[in-house]
């Protein structure tokens, strides 16, 4: 089976309200893609979509070429995390997966494999009710990937992990990649999708904004700016606006300038006078591109206080 998932034209609505408006997208094999946006911009209902838990409107929803309706044996093809607590809570570990497998022909073996990976040996005999939020990851992780899949969809994985969790979950995340699986990741950590996927799907308000890769979506963000560290920011913003730069204040020494080259701002300084110490080419943050991308895709806003 092909390690892909294809989405064309979703849509979806619940009564009044338009959760999928023609959202569609690809995730290819050996990448890590992020799929992010605002709370309520629709990912969970594609990823349900995607799984065969909703049905949508219009459009079609593909695993390996084929609806996940069709799959036999579906944990073998496709395996997800969306929800840690769906488990039986007074069912053990060990149990909970050995019930799984048997529903997919699978091997007590395997079983046991998953739990090492996982980490959860010694916990695979606890009742799952008791497990910290971290550890039903681990155990919702583990269910994923009992069939070995080559497509891995994960909702939050990175929710309740402690620091060494965290470690553990990059590396199995770019370890899937590499073996040339098809990873979706949806997450609301840019500073972990930054370090580790390689595409991004952004959506908002049920469409698409944006399909590229991070290092593109980074480079578009960043805009040319030059941040300039300088003690006379008046005196540098006088000079540099009249050469027709757009100037702004982001820190007590600092300016934001843009529309004018390194160079030619080092070269007009020096010209004026004008005391600097610092030039250097401003690279955006995946989590100032996402702001900026959805800044009017977001439909729940709080109210900053004074």
Do not use: C
Not at 165 to 175: Q, T
Not at 221 to 234: F, G, I, N, Y
Not at 261 to 279: E, T, Y
Request: net charge neutral.
């Amino acid at each position: 089976m092909e390690a892909t998932i294809e989405v064309s034209g979703l849509r979806k609505r619940f009564g009044d309200t338009t959760a999928l408006d023609g959202v569609t997208f690809a995730v290819a094999p050996g990448q890590i893609t992020g799929f992010v946006g605002p709370n309520g911009a629709g990912k969970s209902t594609t990823m349900r979509v995607i799984l065969g838990l909703d049905r949508a409107d219009e459009g079609t929803a593909l695993v390996g070429g084929v609806p996940y309706a069709r799959l036999r044996h579906p944990l073998s093809h496709v395996g997800a995390l969306l929800d840690a607590d769906a488990l039986q809570p007074g069912r053990r570990a060990r149990d909970h997966l050995l019930w799984l497998a048997h529903s997919q022909g699978l091997s007590a073996r395997r079983v046991g494999e998953v739990i090492e990976l996982t980490g959860l040996a010694s916990a695979a005999r606890r009742k799952a009710g008791g497990f910290s939020l971290g550890m039903r990851q681990r155990l919702g992780i583990a269910a994923a990937m009992l069939g070995d899949p080559p497509v891995l969809m994960f909702d939050e994985p990175f929710n309740g992990l402690d620091p060494e969790g965290m470690a553990w979950m990059r590396g199995l995340l770019r370890s899937l990649a590499g073996q040339g699986r098809a990873v979706l990741v949806s997450s609301h950590l840019m500073s972990e999708l930054q370090g580790n996927a390689d595409h991004l799907v952004v959506i908002g308000r049920g469409r698409l904004i944006a399909d590229t890769s991070v290092a593109e979506l980074m480079a578009a963000a960043s805009k040319d700016r030059v941040m300039l560290h300088t003690t006379a920011r008046e005196q540098a913003t006088t000079v540099l606006t009249h050469a027709g730069a757009t100037v702004a204040v982001t820190g007590s020494d600092i300016l934001a300038v843009s529309g004018l080259p390194a160079d030619r701002i080092a070269a007009l300084l020096g010209a004026g006078a004008v005391p600097f110490s610092g030039l250097a080419a401003h690279q955006a943050s995946l989590e100032e591109a996402y702001m900026e991308l959805t800044r009017d895709a977001t439909e729940f806003r709080g109210v900053a206080q004074p």
